[in-house]
C-alpha cells in the first residue's frame, strides 16, 4: 500500500490520490490490471505474502493493482487508514458486518435505511442468528437501551434512503462508544464531499461505489474504510483481537494494530466471500470520482432548485428534503452537510398511488429506474419496487406512503427538469 504524496485540497486528492504514473510504461492514465494472479519474485517472498508478512499481489479475488488505486482514492478522501472495494454495496457492506459479527450477537440499526440493507439485516443477517433490532435513529435513549452483553455494532445512514432524515453522527457515536461498539455508517447518498463521518467519530463507513461515486451509471461496486482509532482490544470482540482459527491462529489486532480490521475484512472476509470488485469497474469508479466534487455541487444545487419549486406546488402535499428552507433537521444539515443535503430526496402526491404512477409515465427527462447518483435524473415509485418487500409498518418507519415518489436530481439544467416536473404535474 504505497502512498499518495499529501495533498489537502478534496478536488486535488479526487484527481491524484491512488495514482501516479505507471512505473512500467508512463501510462498517466491508471491502467486496467486485468490479471488473475502475480508472478512472484521467488519461493520466499510467495510465502511472505500468504503469512501477511509482506504485502504483495497474490490473487485478484484479494488484491488488484487498480483496485488498490481507488480503495486508497477512497480511503484518502474518508479520511481513513485503508480501504476495501467489493463487487457492490450489499457485498462491502456483508463483509463490513461478517469481518466484527459471530452467530448469538446483535446488531442495533437506525430505522430509516436503504430497502436493500433492511431486508439483508432481517432476513440474512438473522439466517446467521445474528440479532437485529431497528430503533428510531433520533432516539438516543433508545439506543442507549437496546445495548446488551452481545451488542457488536451501531449501524445508520448519513442521508436515509429513501426518507431523507439525516443523521446525527456525533451524538451517535458518542452513545456507541460508552457502550463500546463502533458505529458503521452507510455514507453512500452524502459521499466523502458532503460528509466526511470520520470527523465526527464514526468507525466504519460502508459506501456503494454504484451511485454517486462512480457517477454514471455505469458499474456496481462498494466499498470499506476504516477510520484505524476503534479499540479492538476492549473485550468485545474476541473475532478480532484472539487468535483466528481462519488464519493459522493469527491475532489480527495485534499484529496489524490500526489496520487489524481491515487486514481480516480482506484475508479472511473477502477470501472467503469473494466477492471482489473487477479491475475494470474499479478504473470506470476511480474515473468518476475524479469529477466528483464538480458533479456534487451540481447535483445539490440541482436538488435544492427542484425541491423548492415542488413545495409550492398544490399537488403535492410533502416534499422531503432535509435541504429547503426551515426544513426539521436544517440543524443537522448545517453542521453535517454544510455543502447541501444530497440530491436524493422523496415528496408526497396528493394523489396517492395512482397518481405516483402516472406522475412517473408522464415523466420524459427523468429515467424511471431502480437507482441514485446517476449525473442523468432518475425517479421511482418506491412502495410498488425498490420497497415492494416491507409490510405497511416498515414502509412509514422509513418514511415512506403509497403516494411517495423518489427522485435523484443529476446535473442536467435544473430549468429543463423543472419543465419536464410541471408538464407531468399539469396531467394529474
Ligand atoms: C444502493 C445502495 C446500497 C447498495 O449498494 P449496491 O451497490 O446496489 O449493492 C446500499 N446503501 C445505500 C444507501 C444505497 O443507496
Known sequence: MSQSPDFTGFHTRAVHAGARPDPNTGSRAQPIHQTTSYVFEDSESAAAYFNLQEYGNTYSRIMNPTVAALEERVANLEGGVGGVAFASGL??????????????????ASSALYGGTVTQFKHFLRKLSV?????????????????????????GETI?????????IEGLAKVA????????????????????????????????????????GTSIGGIVVESGEFDWSNGRFPIIA???????????????????????????????????MSPFNAFLIAQGIETLPLRMRQHVSNAETVATYLAESKKITAVHYAGLKGARQEALVKKYLPKGAGAVFCFDLAGGRDAG???????????????????????IHPA?????????????????????????????????????????????
Open 177 to 216: 462508544h460508552e457502550a463500546g461498539v463502533p458505529l458503521m455508517i452507510d455514507n453512500t447518498f452524502a459521499t466523502p464531499f458532503l460528509c466526511r463521518p470520520f470527523e465526527f467519530g464514526a468507525d466504519i463507513i460502508v459506501h456503494s461505489a454504484t451511485k454517486f461515486m462512480g457517477g454514471h
Open 384 to 428: 410498488t419496487t425498490t420497497h415492494r418487500q416491507l409490510s405497511d409498518e416498515e414502509l412509514a418507519a422509513s418514511g415512506i406512503g403509497p403516494g411517495t415518489i423518489r427522485v435523484s436530481i443529476g446535473i442536467e439544467d435544473s430549468d429543463d427538469l423543472i419543465a419536464d416536473l410541471e408538464h407531468a404535474i399539469s396531467k394529474l
Open 160 to 168: 436515509g434512503n429513501p426518507s431523507g432524515a439525516i443523521l446525527d
Open 242 to 276: 484472539e487468535p483466528s482459527p481462519a488464519y493459522h491462529g493469527l491475532k489480527f489486532h495485534e499484529t496489524f494494530g490500526t489496520f487489524g480490521y481491515l487486514m481480516k475484512l480482506r484475508a479472511e472476509t473477502l477470501r472467503d466471500l469473494g466477492a471482489c
Open 131 to 155: 440479532e437485529l433490532e431497528f430503533v428510531d435513529p433520533e432516539d438516543f435513549d433508545a439506543w442507549r437501551a437496546s445495548v446488551k452483553d452481545n451488542t457488536k455494532l451501531f449501524f
Open 357 to 379: 404512477v402516472k406522475l412517473i409515465e408522464n415523466l420524459h427527462l427523468f429515467s424511471h429506474l431502480a437507482n441514485v447518483g446517476d449525473a442523468k435524473s432518475l425517479v
Open 91 to 108: 457485498a462491502a457492506q456483508s463483509a463490513a458486518l461478517f469481518t466484527l459479527l459471530q452467530p448469538g450477537d446483535h446488531v442495533v
